[in-house]
C-alpha cells in the first residue's frame, strides 16, 4: 500500500514570497492532515479535511495560510506571504476517519521543510 | 485544553541498556494514543496505537504501556541499538480530531 505522498521536500524562499505544498493521501482515506512543525516542537495542527469539507481550522492563520482539498482527494496548502516565522516542516496526515478509535490512526507524509530567508 | 508533556527532553544510552521513555497528558477523555518516530530531517513513522480499552501494545522490542485514569503513558524499549537513535513523539487523540503531540524525547544510543 502507497503511503503519503508529498511534495517538494524541500523548498527555499524570501519573505514576503509565496508557495505551496501538495499531499495525495493514502487511497480511499476520508480524512487529511496538515500540521506545522517548528524545529525543536512537536507538530501542531493546522487545518483538517473530512473528506472536501474543513472539520477543524482553527489555527489556521487565514490571513496568510489557505488551502484545499478537491474532490475529497489531494490537498494543498498556500501561504501567501510567507513570513521569517513560516519556516518549518509541513506534514500531511491522513486516516480512514470513522468514529472507530482504530480508524483513526493517522499515517504521516515525508513533510516538506520550508526555509524562509 | 488537552496538553502532552514528554520526559525526558534528551536521554543518552549505551547500547544493549533497556530504557524508558515517558509521556503525560492532562485530560483523560483520549480516544487513543500513538507513539511516533521520526528521524532527523524526516516525517513520522507510527510505533505503535493504544486505543483507550487497552493497557498496553507489543511490537518487537517496544511495548507501550497507558494509564488513561492517571494520565500517563510509556515506551519500553529493550536492548538498545544504535539504530534507535531518533526522536521519539507520543500523541493523544480525542474522538477524531486531530492528534496533540509532546514536544519529543531525542535518543542517543552509542555503540
Known amino acids: 500500500e502507497a503511503g503519503v505522498a508529498q511534495s517538494p521536500r524541500y523548498k527555499i524562499i524570501e519573505k514576503r514570497q509565496s508557495v505551496a505544498f501538495w499531499c495525495n493521501p493514502i487511497?480511499?482515506?476520508?480524512?487529511l492532515y496538515w500540521y506545522q512543525q517548528i524545529l525543536g516542537q512537536g507538530p501542531k495542527l493546522l487545518i483538517q479535511?473530512?473528506?472536501?469539507?474543513?472539520?477543524?481550522d482553527s489555527q489556521l492563520p487565514k490571513d496568510r495560510f489557505s488551502a484545499e482539498r478537491l474532490k475529497g482527494v489531494d490537498s494543498t496548502l498556500k501561504i501567501q506571504p510567507a513570513k521569517l516565522e513560516d519556516s518549518a516542516v509541513y506534514l500531511c496526515?491522513?486516516?480512514?476517519?470513522?468514529?472507530?478509535?482504530?480508524?483513526?490512526?493517522?499515517?504521516f507524509g515525508p513533510g516538506t521543510r520550508l526555509t524562509v530567508l | 485544553k488537552q496538553e502532552v508533556t514528554q520526559i525526558p527532553a534528551a536521554l543518552s544510552v549505551p547500547e544493549g541498556e533497556n530504557l524508558v521513555l515517558n509521556c503525560s497528558f492532562t485530560?483523560?477523555?483520549?480516544?487513543?494514543l500513538q507513539w511516533f518516530r521520526q528521524d532527523p530531517g524526516k516525517g513520522l513513522t507510527s510505533l505503535l496505537l493504544?486505543?483507550?480499552?487497552?493497557r498496553e501494545q507489543t511490537s518487537g522490542r517496544l511495548n507501550a504501556s497507558l494509564d488513561k485514569s492517571s494520565g500517563r503513558s510509556t515506551l519500553y524499549i529493550a536492548a538498545s541499538q544504535p539504530g534507535d537513535s531518533a526522536t521519539y513523539l507520543c500523541?493523544?487523540?480525542?474522538?477524531?480530531?486531530?492528534?496533540?503531540f509532546g514536544k519529543g524525547t531525542t535518543l542517543s544510543v552509542s555503540s
Open positions: 479535511f473530512q473528506n472536501n469539507g474543513v472539520v477543524d
Open positions: 500523541a493523544v487523540n480525542q474522538a477524531g480530531t486531530a492528534l496533540i
Open positions: 493504544i486505543q483507550s480499552s487497552q
Open positions: 496526515a491522513s486516516s480512514s476517519g470513522g468514529r472507530l478509535a482504530s480508524y483513526n490512526e493517522q499515517f
Open positions: 487511497s480511499g482515506h476520508a480524512t
Open positions: 485530560d483523560s477523555a483520549i480516544y487513543n
